[in-house]
């Protein structure tokens, strides 16, 4: 079965403190992997899409990486407007279309 | 404006009523979702439409139906709802290209009471 997991579900750091986000997927022929960011109340935010193994991209303070059995969130020095919830989604074949099926997202909180 | 509009932002409504959640985007894509997103369970589709002509089921459209009045327009009704489906809606739409992602609108939270 397709799935997407993401960890920790949580994440508390102080400023300034690096870490990274993980997401794991089992999907056959990976089509893409795609980051979003989410704050509360509101509707996903595209980040990026990573295609293959290897790949990476950034943006400010987020560098995104794949491999091809997961995908890293790298945050480098965070500050706290990067706190919101992050999801990583795939996409997978439905019905002859496709579908993104999302992770359940990693809640980041930065602390002053 | 935003590119994907969702109307209301939030609602409360009794069991067993009719309610519809109205979505309108101004990409330009002929590609549009509806999604719901509980806790825990994260993003799940309920429809999605890839034109006009074009409506399909998702994963759990169970008690829901959608209408595509345009290409800009698509929304999504519950016919007569449960408490169950107290959830955040979300609405979204793409070009079909994989690089440019989905994008959505500012949900709609609904609570059936």
């Known amino acids: 079965e397709d799935q997407v997991t993401q960890s920790p579900e949580a994440l508390r750091l102080q400023e300034g403190e690096s870490s990274s986000l993980n997401c794991s997927y089992t999907?056959?022929?990976?089509?893409?992997l795609f980051w979003y960011r989410q704050d509360p109340g509101k509707g996903p935010e595209f980040l990026f899409t990573?295609?293959?193994a290897g790949e990476e991209k950034e943006k400010e303070r987020l560098k995104a990486t794949l491999t091809k059995k997961e995908s890293f969130l790298h945050i480098t020095a965070p500050k706290p407007e990067d706190s919101a919830t992050y999801l990583c989604?795939?996409?997978?074949?439905?019905?002859?279309?496709?579908?993104?099926?999302f992770g359940q997202g990693t809640r980041l909180t930065i602390n002053p | 404006d935003a590119d994907v509009t969702q109307t209301p932002r939030n609602r409360i409504t009794k069991t067993g009523k009719r309610i519809m959640l109205e979505c309108s985007q101004t990409?330009?894509?002929?590609?549009m979702y509806w999604y719901r997103q509980d806790p825990g369970l994260g993003l799940r589709l309920i429809y999605y439409?890839?034109?006009?002509?074009?409506?399909n089921k998702g994963e759990i459209s169970d008690g829901y139906s959608v209408s595509r009045q345009a290409q800009a327009k698509f929304s999504l009704s519950l016919e007569s709802a449960i408490p169950n489906q107290t959830a955040l809606y979300f609405c979204?739409?793409?070009?079909?290209?994989?690089?440019?992602?989905?994008?959505f609108g500012s949900g709609t939270r609904l609570t059936v009471v």
């Open positions: 979204a739409t793409s070009s079909g290209t994989s690089s440019s992602g989905y994008t």
């Open positions: 999907v056959s022929g990976l089509r893409g």
């Open positions: 990573l295609y293959s």
């Open positions: 989604a795939v996409p997978i074949d439905f019905q002859g279309a496709q579908k993104l099926v």
């Open positions: 990409k330009g894509h002929d590609r």
């Open positions: 439409s890839f034109d006009v002509k074009d409506i």
